[in-house]
C-alpha cells in the first residue's frame, strides 16, 4: 500500500514506447548534469588558485579557455559516437565493441564509479547552495544531502516521465537566470560601475611558492575545473529514451547543451573574476579577518549576491534554482547508472536482478544501490564538496579516452571496408559520403582522444595524492568483480545445459511428513500428503526429550490420525540430522528412492511476523536438500494476518472445498485471455 | 570454517553441567561490572561538584557516604532475593510473580536498556582509561569502543566457560593493584608527604550559583556517584550458574563483591580530594591553563600517576587493569541480556529465535542483538562518557525498585500464610524459623525499597533534561512490544490449535513443473514429478515472447521429454499470475484438486552466489503459495561450487543410483543409536 503511494501503479511493458522523450524534455534531464557543473566547477578552479595567493588567479582566464576549448572537442567527438553507436550503451559499448573485454569493463567500473561520484558531489554543492542562501541549515549538512538523495530515489523509483516534468522547470529557470545575471553583471561593468562580491575585502595570505609548485598549482586548478565537463557523456548512453529520428534528436540536444555550458561557465569565472569572489579552501587560516564560525557563501551565491545585492529577490531565484538543478544532476545518475547496470546483467558481467524492472518499468534495484552507496560516501566525506571533487572525474576522464579510442578504431575499420570493395563499388554517390563521414569522424575522434589523454594524465597526477588514490582501486576493484560475475554465469550455463547424459527412470516414492507438535499446520501437511498417494507416507516425530515424544504420540492416538508416527530421538536439539539418518537407513533396507518431505510453512502478513517465528523449519529444509534424492514440498499455512494483506484466509480446512477463488489483480486481464486459448488446447 | 575457528567446536546439551562455575570465577565474571564501575563513578561524582567551583568537592565526603550506606543496603536485599528467588529470572521474576504481567514486563525492558547502557559505559571508560595511559589513540576513540565490543561479541560466542577463564586474572590483578594504590597512598598520608595530582594545579573558575542550584548540583552528582551501584543486580540473574550449593555461593560471592566495592569506591574518592584531582566537564572552560589539544586523564589515572608518578610501571599495570575490568564489566552484559532475552522468549514476551542455543550452547542471537545495539549507542554518543552516564541507572533503579517493591509482598504473603496455620502447628521450631525468616526479609526489603524508590526520585529529576528522556521512551515502548509479541503469539497459538473441526479426505492430485528454460535442473524436477505418479503431470512454460515458446517448444521435441508440455503467454512479464490462473482454469474443468507445484531451485556454495540468482523462483513459489489448494515441492540442484562447502555435488543425473551417502558430522553418532532403534520399530 505504502509502496503504491510512493510509486503509483505498475505500468505493463507495451507502454514502455509512451515513455520517450522529446527534446524539450530530454534536454533538462540530461542537461543538468553537465550545465549543474559549472555551479562548482569555477569556484574549485578558482579556489585552487587562491591557494597560491591572490597573484595567481590572473592565470584564471587562460585556465578557464582551456577548459572550454577541451568541452567544444568533447561535444565534437559525442556527436560521432551518437552517430555511430545509438543503442545506449555509450563508451562501454564503444570499448568493447573495438578495444575487447577488459576495456569495456573497466569503462564500465569507471562510470559506475563515476555516477556515484555524481550524486554525492551534486548533492553536496546543492546542499553548499542552500546553505549559502539560509546559513542556519550549516549545522545539518549531512542529514539535508542525506535526505536529497532518499528524496531522489523515491522520484525516480517512480518512472522516467514523471520525473522529467517535475524537472523540466528548474533547469530552464537556471539557464535563464544565470544569463540574465551574466548580462546584467557584463552591463553594469560596460556602465563602469562593476559588481563587487562582499568577500573581495578580505587580503589572503601570501605565500613564496617555487616554479615547480606554481606549474603543479596551474595544472591542479585546471583539473578542477575539468569538473565543469562531467555529464556530457550522459546523452549518449540515453539515445534510446529520445523520440525519433533518436540519433538527429540527440545531436541537437548535445550541441544545445555544450553551447549553454560553455556560455554559463566563461559568464560565470569573468563575473567572479571581475567583482573579486575570494573563495578559500580554508577560509579560516587563508583570509585575513574571515569569521570561522559562518558557513563559506558558495561563488555562485558570491557572485548573485554582487550583481543584485544579498538577500534580493533575484539572489534567492539564483540560489534556489541552482539547489534544484543541482539535485537534477543527481538525477541524470539515477538514469545512467541503472541503465548501464541493466546493460551490464544482459551481457553477463552484473547480477541479473539489475535486469528486472520493477512496477514502474524502472530499474529499481540499480536505484537502490546508486542511492545506498551515494548516501555511504555523503557520510564518510561529510558532504564536503571539495573534498569529493577530487574523487571526481577521473572515472569520466578513464571512459572518455578509452570511448574515443574505441571510435578511432571504428573509423579505420570502417575505412578498410570501404577500402576492401572492388573500386567501382567504392565510388558510388553513397560510399563516397560514407568514406567522408568516416575520415571526419577519425580526425574528430583523433583530436579528442589526444585531448582526454594528456586531461587524464593531468588530472591523474594532480589528484592521485588528494585522495583519488581510492578511485584507482575501485576501478580496477569493481572490474575484476564483473569479470569474475561473467566467469561465474558462464560457468553455470555450461554446467546447466541440456546435453547426452540425460535419461529419466527414478523410482520409489515415498513421503515424510515432519511433525514437531501435532497443530492444524501439520494436520493439513498430512492432507496433502494422502492425497498424494504416495507409495508410502510416515509421519516423523524428532523428539529432543523422552516427555516431548510422550506427548506427541498421545496426542496422534487422541485425534485418530490416519497416517503412521515414527518417533526419532535427537539428544543434540538438532532436527535434520536424525532425519536424513532415517532417510539412509530407510533406503538402505528397500532400495533408492526419492523422498519427499513435507514441511509446513507460515504465510505471515506484516514483515515484522517473520521476526516472531523461529526459522527452524527453513533451517531443516535447507539441510534436507543437501541430501540426494530428497524433494521438499512447502505445505502453506495463511495466518490470520495474512488475510489482511492478501485479502483471503486459510480458513477452509484440509477435506473442505480447495476449488479456489478467483485471482484478479488488474493487470490479469489481457493474460487471461492467453491462458484461456492456451489451456484449452492443453486439455 | 571461519565460524569453527572463531567459535570453536560445537557442544551437546549434555555438556552444560560441566559449565558451571567455581566461586573462584564466578567473582570475576558476575563482580567485574560492579567492582569497575569504581573506575567512573567516583569520578563523575567529582566532576558535577566541579562544575559549581572548588568549593563544593567539600561536599564529596558525604555524597560519598551516601552512596556507601545504599550499596551496603542494596547487597543486604539482594542477598534476600537469591534466596526467595534463586531460579535466575532476577527482579524481572520477582517483579512479575508478586506484582503482575505489567510490572514484570517494565522491569525486563529496563535491565534491557540498562544491560544496553552497561556495554557502552563500560567500553567507553575502557577507552577513556587507555587513552589516559596512551594519549596518541585519543584520535580513533570511537573505533576503538567499536573493535572492543566486536571483540567482546566474539568471545562470549565461544561460550560461558572460556570466557571466565579469560577474565579471571585481570579482575584480580585490578582490585589487588588499586588496593595496593590505596594503601599505598594512605601510608603517604600518613608519612606526611601525601600523593598531588597533576590538574590540582589548575585553578576552577568559580561561578555564582543560587541556592536552589546547590542543592541540585549535590543531588546530581550523588546521581553521577551512584553509578558505582551498578551490576550489583547480575549475581541474582546468573544463580544458575553456580555451583552447588547455589544460593550460598551466589551470597557470599555477593557479600564478598560488595565488600570490595565499597572498600575501592571510599579509597578512591579519599584519594582524589587528598592528591586534589580536578576532574573536569568541560577542562577547556572550566580549568584554568588548561591545553585545550591534549584529552584529559580519567580520575583512576590521575592517582594513579599521583601515588606511582606518571609512566612508572605501576601507573600502566593499573591503567591497564582498569580498561581491561571495564571491557569485562562489558563481558557481564553479554552473560545477562541472553539468558534475561531467553527467559522472556520462553515466557512469550520475545521472538522465540532469543531462546535457541547456538553451536556452543550460548544464547547467540541476544548476544549479536546487544553487540549491534551497544556499537549504536556508542557511535551515537561518539564514545562520549559524561553524556551516556546521563542515561545510565535509571533502568538499575526502576529494577531495583520494582524488585524490593515485589520482594515485600513475597514475604509478607508468607507470613499470611503462616497466620493461616492452625495454632500448634504454627508454634513448631521450623515454622517459627521462617517467620522470622519472613519478618527479617520484610523488614531488609522494605529499607531497600524506600531507598530505592528515593533514588529512583533524585536520579529522574537530576537526569531528566540531561538526556535520560530517551530511556524514559524507550522503557515503554519496550514494554509495549513486549506484550504484543505476548498477545501475537497467544492468538497464534489459538488459531493452530487443534480441535473438532479438523478432518482429512483431500482429493485430487496434479502436478505442474515450472519451465523457464530447458535445462538440467529442470530436468531433475520432471524426472521426480514422474516418479512420484501423480495422477496427472504437465510441464508448463510461460512465455513473454512469442519467440520464447517457440524455441522451448522446439527444445522439448528435440530431447523428446517424455511429459506433455503446455505454453502460456504472459505479455506483462509476470510468472505467477498466469500460473494461478491456469490452475483456477483446470479446477473449473477437473474439480477440486490439490495442486503440487514443482520448482527447481539452486543450491550454492557461497553466501554471495545467491545475490548473483535472480530470486525469480522464490517469489513464484511465494505467490503461489498464497493459492489455496497449492503446495510448492522445491527441487534441489546443488552448483559445482556447493561441493567445496558441502562436500558432494549433484552429478548423478536423474535416473542414476541415488541411495544417498553417509552424513556423518561428528555430533550423529549418538543420534544414530536412537534412529537406528526407533527405525527398526517403524518397519
Known amino acids: 500500500?505504502?509502496?503504491?503511494?510512493?510509486?503509483?501503479?505498475?505500468?505493463?511493458?507495451?507502454?514502455?514506447?509512451?515513455?520517450?522523450?522529446?527534446?524539450?524534455?530530454?534536454?533538462?534531464?540530461?542537461?543538468?548534469?553537465?550545465?549543474?557543473?559549472?555551479?562548482?566547477?569555477?569556484?574549485?578552479?578558482?579556489?585552487?588558485?587562491?591557494?597560491?595567493?591572490?597573484?595567481?588567479?590572473?592565470?584564471?582566464?587562460?585556465?578557464?579557455?582551456?577548459?572550454?576549448?577541451?568541452?567544444?572537442?568533447?561535444?565534437?567527438?559525442?556527436?560521432?559516437?551518437?552517430?555511430?553507436?545509438?543503442?545506449?550503451?555509450?563508451?562501454?559499448?564503444?570499448?568493447?565493441?573495438?578495444?575487447?573485454?577488459?576495456?569495456?569493463?573497466v569503462v564500465a567500473a569507471a562510470l559506475l564509479v563515476d555516477y556515484v561520484l555524481t550524486v554525492s558531489v551534486s548533492v553536496a554543492s546543492g546542499v553548499d547552495n542552500l546553505i549559502s542562501a539560509l546559513p542556519f541549515l550549516n549545522n545539518v549538512r549531512v542529514e539535508l544531502a542525506v535526505a536529497f538523495v532518499v528524496l531522489i530515489v523515491i522520484v525516480n523509483l517512480r518512472g522516467v516521465r514523471e520525473a522529467s516534468r517535475a524537472f523540466a522547470i528548474p533547469t530552464y529557470v537556471f539557464i535563464g537566470s544565470v544569463l540574465v545575471m551574466i548580462v546584467t553583471g557584463l552591463v553594469r561593468i560596460a556602465l563602469g560601475h562593476p559588481p563587487v562580491a562582499e568577500s573581495?575585502?578580505?587580503?589572503?595570505?601570501?605565500?613564496?611558492?617555487?616554479?615547480?609548485?606554481?606549474?603543479?598549482?596551474?595544472?591542479?586548478?585546471?583539473?578542477?575545473?575539468?569538473?565543469?565537463?562531467?555529464?556530457?557523456?550522459?546523452?549518449?548512453?540515453?539515445?534510446?529514451?529520445?523520440?525519433?529520428?533518436?540519433?538527429?534528436?540527440?545531436?541537437?540536444?548535445?550541441?544545445?547543451?555544450?553551447?549553454?555550458?560553455?556560455v554559463l561557465f566563461a559568464g560565470l569565472?569573468?563575473?567572479?573574476?571581475?567583482?573579486?569572489?575570494?573563495?578559500?579552501?580554508?577560509?579560516?587560516?587563508?583570509?585575513?579577518?574571515?569569521?570561522?564560525?559562518?558557513?563559506?557563501?558558495?561563488?555562485?551565491?558570491?557572485?548573485?549576491?554582487?550583481?543584485?545585492g544579498m538577500n534580493s529577490i533575484p539572489f534567492f531565484i539564483i540560489q534556489a534554482a541552482t539547489a534544484v538543478v543541482l539535485l537534477l544532476a543527481a538525477n541524470t545518475a539515477f538514469n545512467g547508472f541503472p541503465l548501464?547496470?541493466?546493460?551490464?546483467?544482459?551481457?553477463?558481467?552484473?547480477?541479473?536482478?539489475?535486469?528486472?524492472?520493477?512496477?514502474?518499468?524502472?530499474?529499481?534495484?540499480?536505484?537502490?544501490?546508486?542511492?545506498?552507496?551515494?548516501?555511504?560516501?555523503?557520510?564518510?566525506?561529510?558532504?564536503?564538496?571539495?573534498?569529493?571533487?577530487?574523487?571526481?572525474?577521473?572515472?569520466?576522464?578513464?571512459?572518455?579516452?578509452?570511448?574515443?579510442?574505441?571510435m578511432i578504431r571504428h573509423w579505420i575499420r570502417g575505412l578498410r571496408e570501404l577500402k576492401a570493395m572492388p573500386a567501382d563499388e567504392r565510388r558510388t554517390r553513397e560510399n563516397r559520403q560514407t568514406a567522408f563521414g568516416n575520415r571526419k569522424g577519425l580526425v574528430i575522434n583523433s583530436v579528442g582522444a589526444t585531448m582526454t589523454i594528456i586531461v587524464l594524465i593531468i588530472v591523474t597526477i594532480t589528484k592521485f595524492t588528494h585522495g583519488a588514490w581510492l578511485v584507482f582501486i575501485m576501478i580496477p576493484l569493481l572490474s575484476f568483480l564483473m569479470m569474475g560475475v561473467y566467469r561465474y554465469y558462464r560457468d553455470v550455463e555450461h554446467e546447466i545445459r541440456m546435453d547426452d547424459t540425460i535419461h529419466f527412470g527414478s523410482s520409489g516414492d515415498i513421503a515424510i511428513v515432519l511433525v514437531n507438535k501435532l497443530q492444524k499446520p501439520v494436520?493439513?501437511?498430512?492432507?496433502?500428503?494422502?492425497?498424494?498417494?504416495?507409495?508410502?507416507?510416515?509421519?516423523?516425530?524428532?523428539?529432543?526429550?523422552?516427555?516431548?515424544?510422550?506427548?506427541?504420540?498421545?496426542?496422534?492416538?487422541?485425534?485418530?490420525?490416519?497416517?503412521?508416527?515414527?518417533?526419532?530421538?535427537?539428544?543434540?536439539?538438532?532436527?535434520?540430522a536424525p532425519v536424513i539418518k532415517f532417510i539412509e537407513h530407510y533406503r538402505e533396507k528397500h532400495g533408492p528412492s526419492v523422498v519427499t518431505v513435507y514441511l509446513p510453512q507460515y504465510i505471515v502478513g506484516h514483515w515484522w511476523e517473520t521476526i516472531l517465528h523461529n526459522r527452524r523449519s527453513r533451517r531443516i529444509a535447507q539441510q534436507l536438500m543437501l541430501v540426494h534424492g530428497v524433494t521438499i514440498t512447502l505445505v502453506p499455512w495463511l495466518l490470520d494476518s495474512s488475510e489482511l494483506v492478501y485479502g483471503r484466509r486459510s480458513r477452509p480446512l484440509p477435506g473442505q472445498e480447495r476449488a479456489g477463488r478467483p485471482y484478479s489483480p488488474e493487470q490479469d486481464q489481457v493474460a487471461e485471455k492467453y491462458v484461456n486459448e492456451t489451456a484449452q488446447e492443453a486439455k
Open 1 to 105: 500500500m505504502a509502496k503504491r503511494i510512493l510509486l503509483g501503479d505498475p505500468l505493463a511493458t507495451t507502454n514502455a514506447d509512451e515513455h520517450l522523450l522529446p527534446k524539450r524534455m530530454a534536454l533538462p534531464i540530461f542537461a543538468s548534469d553537465a550545465l549543474s557543473s559549472v555551479a562548482y566547477g569555477p569556484q574549485e578552479m578558482l579556489m585552487i588558485l587562491l591557494t597560491g595567493g591572490l597573484a595567481f588567479l590572473a592565470f584564471s582566464p587562460w585556465i578557464a579557455a582551456a577548459v572550454v576549448l577541451l568541452l567544444f572537442v568533447i561535444v565534437l567527438s559525442y556527436r560521432q559516437l551518437i552517430k555511430a553507436y545509438p543503442s545506449g550503451g555509450g563508451d562501454y559499448e564503444v570499448a568493447r565493441k573495438n578495444l575487447g573485454e577488459v576495456p569495456g569493463v
Open 200 to 262: 573581495a575585502q578580505y587580503a589572503v595570505h601570501s605565500q613564496s611558492i617555487t616554479q615547480a609548485a606554481v606549474i603543479l598549482l596551474i595544472l591542479r586548478a585546471f583539473s578542477s575545473g575539468c569538473s565543469a565537463l562531467t555529464g556530457i557523456e550522459a546523452v549518449s548512453n540515453g539515445v534510446q529514451a529520445f523520440r525519433k529520428p533518436k540519433i538527429r534528436n540527440a545531436q541537437t540536444t548535445l550541441a544545445l547543451m555544450g553551447t549553454i555550458a560553455i
Open 523 to 576: 494436520v493439513k501437511a498430512i492432507d496433502y500428503a494422502l492425497a498424494a498417494q504416495h507409495q508410502e507416507a510416515f509421519a516423523l516425530h524428532v523428539a529432543v526429550s523422552p516427555e516431548d515424544a510422550e506427548h506427541v504420540e498421545k496426542e496422534w492416538a487422541e485425534h485418530d490420525i490416519p497416517m503412521q508416527l515414527v518417533t526419532i530421538a535427537s539428544p543434540f536439539r538438532s532436527y535434520a
Open 340 to 406: 548501464l547496470g541493466a546493460v551490464l546483467a544482459r551481457d553477463g558481467y552484473a547480477p541479473k536482478s539489475l535486469n528486472t524492472r520493477g512496477d514502474r518499468l524502472v530499474y529499481s534495484n540499480g536505484m537502490i544501490i546508486l542511492g545506498i552507496v551515494a548516501i555511504g560516501v555523503l557520510v564518510i566525506y561529510q558532504a564536503n564538496l571539495t573534498n569529493l571533487i577530487q574523487l571526481y572525474i577521473i572515472g569520466v576522464f578513464v571512459s572518455f579516452t578509452l570511448g574515443q579510442c574505441g
Open 269 to 308: 569565472t569573468t563575473l567572479a573574476l571581475v567583482s573579486g569572489v575570494h573563495y578559500a579552501e580554508n577560509p579560516c587560516t587563508e583570509l585575513i579577518g574571515w569569521n570561522c564560525n559562518n558557513p563559506q557563501p558558495s561563488l555562485m551565491a558570491q557572485v548573485a549576491a554582487a550583481t543584485f
